[in-house]
């Protein structure tokens, strides 16, 4: 079983049904999936804050059913977690969704598995996903790959926490978790929960680019990554272009590869818009 993790709320539904989809339409491997959904309800901080719903999640698992009848979705909400920990924190309006920090509540959560692949909702997998997930831990917490601007502005292996390889067992024997959560609580941060993980690091195992790619798509990306980004034409700018943005995703990137996977997203919203039936 390979065990996929996605955090958020129902505003990035879009990223999760392409991000599942180019996992499956690029992995060879007959082998099951199990997505696990953390959501929350945080409408007192943003009235679009609402949990990612049972007919997405229904929706979501028919579509991954059609690949392999063995696949799942789990939708798990952790809002009294969020609540009970994080309500009022000085990182509870940080630059970032407060949806990124709920990762950090896997420890807390009943049957998570040894091995899971955190991924932001904004990543697209060019190549099989084993090329990432069968990378062997060892004695590290996690892998991750380095952020493409903090490498250069920050310190060399300054880390990008959009893809995370987690080994729970070592990360529950560390108490990262529960550290970095006390860093979430204690002191606002500027990248908020990536700051904290980092800072709480006890030892993490580097990736090369090509498995979290936040600026360009190669041959070898197995990630491409649709965060933030600058560009320097026609005057220095930053945009947000994220993958289900498909006329901005060929005007702007040029990009045609994930074409198969985004036509068969598109398909599937209409279907879900019409309330049609998944074959």
Request: aromatic share 14%; proline share 3%.
């Amino acid at each position: 079983m390979v065990n996929i993790l996605f955090c958020g709320n129902s505003g990035v539904f879009d990223g999760m049904l392409t991000g599942m989809l180019s996992i499956l339409k690029r992995t060879e491997s007959k082998e099951p999936f199990a997505f696990y959904i953390f959501t929350m309800t945080l409408t007192r901080i943003k009235e679009n804050y609402t949990p990612v719903t049972a007919e997405q999640t229904e929706f979501l698992e028919k579509v991954v059913r059609t690949y392999n009848d063995e696949n799942r979705v789990k939708l798990i909400d952790v809002t009294d977690l969020y609540e009970s920990r994080f309500k009022g924190s000085p990182n509870e309006t940080a630059y970032c969704s407060p949806y990124t920090l709920i990762r950090l509540f896997a420890d807390q959560v009943e049957g998570m598995p040894d091995k899971l692949l955190y991924l932001d909702a904004d990543i697209m997998f060019n190549r099989d996903v084993h090329l990432l997930y069968d990378i062997d831990l060892g004695d590290h917490e996690y892998a991750a790959a380095r952020d493409h601007y903090g490498k250069y502005l920050i310190q060399p292996n300054y880390i990008n926490a959009g893809v995370l390889l987690f080994n729970m067992k070592k990360m529950k024997e560390t108490g990262i978790f529960e550290k970095a959560r006390e860093w979430i609580c204690k002191k606002k941060l500027v990248f908020a929960d990536q700051s904290a993980l980092i800072r709480s690091t006890t030892s993490k195992k580097m990736l090369k680019q090509r498995f979290n790619d936040q600026k360009f798509l190669h041959k070898h990306t197995v990630v491409r990554h649709f965060s933030k980004r600058l560009f320097w034409l026609p005057y220095p700018h930053t945009d947000n272009i994220k993958q289900w943005h498909v006329t901005r995703v060929h005007k702007v990137f040029k990009y045609f590869a994930f074409d198969d996977i985004l036509f068969e997203y598109i398909y599937l919203k209409t279907l879900l818009e019409r309330k049609g039936e998944i074959r």
